[in-house]
């Protein structure tokens, strides 16, 4: 009986200890990405060099401190694509944002590091970012329904759309 308690154990912690590691993942890379917001074109990389001002702004949105100096995005016309990590809980979570007409056109998570909150990673997740834009306040203008088990992530995610909207909103020189 208890050898067979203690096959049971060994068992279940093998499958709980690996369904850890599943929500780990490269989805997408940020070049794919970038190639699917601009199908069959080539936009032009540039870099926004950050102010104190910005970085004032951007610790606002995020709600730590930004010690970057600079932020590397693609842009043609008036589309811009943003590659952004935030941390979810522990380990930064990185996030592809395509911006079109100061909305999001397109959203999704690349690479997920985390080992829980992994379902910001599905369509019916992203999708609900589709169209966002960023009020006078800096949020998002419509509500992001949240995931039990993955608020975390979800804070992520929903802190870099406001970050990439008003990212985009300022390299085009808009009200912010």
Known sequence: ?????????????????????????????PKDFISIAFVGAEPEIKTLWLTKEDKVTIAEILKHKYNRMRIRYWQLNNETVWVLDEIGKEKPITIGVHIKDNKINNFKVLTFRESRGDEVRHNFYSQQFFNASLKDNKQLSQHVDGITGATLSVRATTKVARLALWLDAKVANTKL
């Open 1 to 29: 009986m208890a050898k067979s308690l203690f096959y049971l154990f060994i068992v279940l912690n093998l499958l709980f200890s690996g369904l850890n590691y599943a929500a780990k993942g490269v989805y997408q890379t």
